[in-house]
């Protein structure tokens, strides 16, 4: 019986501060009861509204993140951890920019649609039988950041609605009436009265998929029906709110820590306490709002909580046996000879052939078939751009390697980290937040963002009993809570949002010719520093204590080789913006062709750094022309594929061992 008490007053707390945050200032109780005034009107048709659509929306989460994690055995597991929301969210945004008509009258089947898509990808890939692990934490989570940037570029297509489709992607609990709360409480109910009927073959389900089926269960049938009543119930909510992450990780969490073991008192519990939960973070924002003198996003609150407990939920549920690296040695043993000399060849040559090649109504053109007059405003134009891509490819390709290797795991990289989500969020503040001119303190704040993620990070590798998956997942956690704050400050911008969206895409096109030649110069430095420290990188790799024990200063090395990686994380953030996945996927390309020392994978991936982000450079010229996609967006799109392509063969070859 206690842990309902604490449940419902959590509940009744959550609703009360909800209350009071909102309340009209100088509403009396004859006002009130009145309803006549403006202050009565808010009250009874804004903030009343704004509860009921926390409570709902909440409790579909946390009933959604509940049954999720009931299904994949996983303490980890919620729409926002499987990729869910994410799916839902990129659906309805592609809709609501190419067809928007469809996306007024059907935004809840696209999400529906949008939401199972990835959550299907996401497990399938992952494998059925290692659902409780944190493979599929990782996939899901990658794939949220893989998303992320295919919406930065409808954001970016569809300029004129930057600002809107900003607050809405982090979340918007703002009514103007009770039609949206009525609209959504039937779908939650229906689905709730859904999800309970099927508790006892959800019970059956904790014997485990085998002794399930052994009972007459069909197990598969049985999830695709759960999952799809969980999707079905997160999609209702995002087609009225937006994105609103964490909700339904925390709340079933909060359930067990209440000692509730039974399904369908752990399902109608998840509900309430997610309702709890939604009603008491979006209290943070409706009583921020007077000070911050416009919209703060209620996913930005949610996720402020969600993040820290995604962490802690992993560091104490997760078991010790699903925690374990992610191991992907396949490829060439030794590097031929060739090698480095071919990948630095052709460095140089994509380097010149994008300074020389341009788009035109008939296609490619070279500089030398222009005219004279406008031959040197091109080149003054072009060169900057691929010259910062160059060197911004080899900076995220090396400090790919050092965390990789003293990770000891191949998906480690500054984006996943969340060491790129500290650089831009600090760049971002002092700019939003702060006013001061972006040119100034672009390094220093980017620079310092990248030092402390990397400082939090480092606090908790210094705990020996840490797996490198965790503080991976622990990486992606930061990253998630970082990109809400994001979200925040770009709602709150003005009209520096576009210029702001437009660097966050990684636009190597809008870097400077001092700016260009200044990255380009770091990257040299950052390699020559790196590459002097190889035998560090070499011995760290094999463990900190063969490292020890051959004469290295371990925290004093590993502390040198972060300041490296902060250094290069907040010099191309400060540049050219923040670029995903470049960092993960030239290291693992270096290694796959056999560059396994430590200098030859510094050699081989800078190069192959370079020449990625190059080819993202010249590819987003020819694909948007007569405009330019953003490089950051075309190699965020590719490494995204890779990562998966990565993990899929990863996890074959386990199956086939």
Known sequence: MRPYLVVLALLIAGAGLHIAAGFPPGLTAVALIDG?????????????????????????????????????????????????????????MVATVFWPEL????????????????????????????????????????????????ALILALM??????????????????????????????????????????????????????????????????????ALSVWLTAASIAVVGAIGFIGLIAPNVVRLLGIRAVTPSLLLGALVGAAGLALTDAIPVALNDWSRTLIPSGSSAALIGAPALILVALKQLKPETAGGFHMHWGLERAPRALIPALCGTALVAIALAIGYGASPDGAIWIGDQSERIRGMILSLRWPSVLAAAGAGAVLAIIGV?????????????????????????????????????????????????????????ALWQRSETPPAIL??????????????????????????????????????????????????TAIAIFGLAFALRRWL????????????????????????????????????????????????????????????????????????????VAAEVTGRFVAYPNQLPAGIVAALIGGGYLFILLLLSLLRRRNL
């Open 36 to 92: 006549s005034g403006l202050r009565s009107i808010l009250f009874w048709n804004v903030e009343l509204p704004r509860v009921a659509m926390a409570l709902l929306v909440g409790a579909a989460l946390g009933l959604a993140g509940s049954t999720m994690q009931e299904v994949t055995r996983n303490p980890l597991g919620s729409p926002s951890t499987l990729g869910t929301i994410a799916g839902a969210w990129l659906a309805l």
């Open 103 to 150: 996306a007024a009258r059907y935004g809840v089947w696209i999400c529906l649609f949008g939401g199972l898509a990835v959550t299907a990808l996401v497990l399938t890939v992952s494998g059925l039988a290692r659902m409780d692990g944190i493979v599929v934490i990782v996939l899901g989570m990658a794939t949220n950041l893989f998303l992320g940037g295919a």
């Open 158 to 227: 569809k300029g004129d609605t930057v600002h809107a489709v900003f607050v809405w992607s982090a979340g918007d609990l703002t009514q103007t009436g009770w039609a949206d709360a009525g609209w959504l409480a039937p779908q939650v109910a229906v689905g709730a009265v859904l999800l309970l009927s099927l508790a006892r073959p959800l019970g059956i389900m904790r014997l485990g998929q085998d002794a399930a089926r052994a009972r007459g269960l069909a197990v598969l049938p049985l999830m695709i029906a759960l999952l």
């Open 402 to 458: 050092i965390l990789q290797r003293l990770l000891r795991n191949p998906l480690a990289s500054p984006d996943v980290l969340g060491v790129t989500a500290g650089a831009t969020f600090i760049a971002v503040a002092g700019v939003v937040f702060l006013g001061l001119p972006a040119a100034e303190i672009a390094i220093p704040s980017a620079v310092l963002g990248a030092f402390a993620v990397l400082i939090l990070l480092s």
């Open 472 to 521: 991976i997942l622990t990486g992606i956690a930061l990253a998630a809570l970082l990109d809400a704050l994001i979200q925040f400050a770009m709602a709150r911008a003005g009209d520096e949002a576009y210029d702001l969206l437009a660097w966050r895409t990684g636009a190597t096109s809008l870097v400077s010719a001092a700016g260009a030649a200044t990255l380009f110069a």
């Open 538 to 613: 070499t011995l760290l790799s094999l463990g900190e204590g063969m490292a020890a024990a051959r004469g290295v200063g371990v925290i004093s090395a590993r502390r040198i080789l972060l300041t490296l990686v902060a250094a290069g994380a907040g010099s191309v953030v400060a540049w050219v913006g923040p670029i995903s996945f470049i960092g993960l996927l030239a290291p693992h390309a270096a290694t796959m062709l056999g560059a396994r020392r430590a200098g030859q994978q510094l050699v081989a991936a800078s190069a192959l750094g370079a020449i990625l982000l």
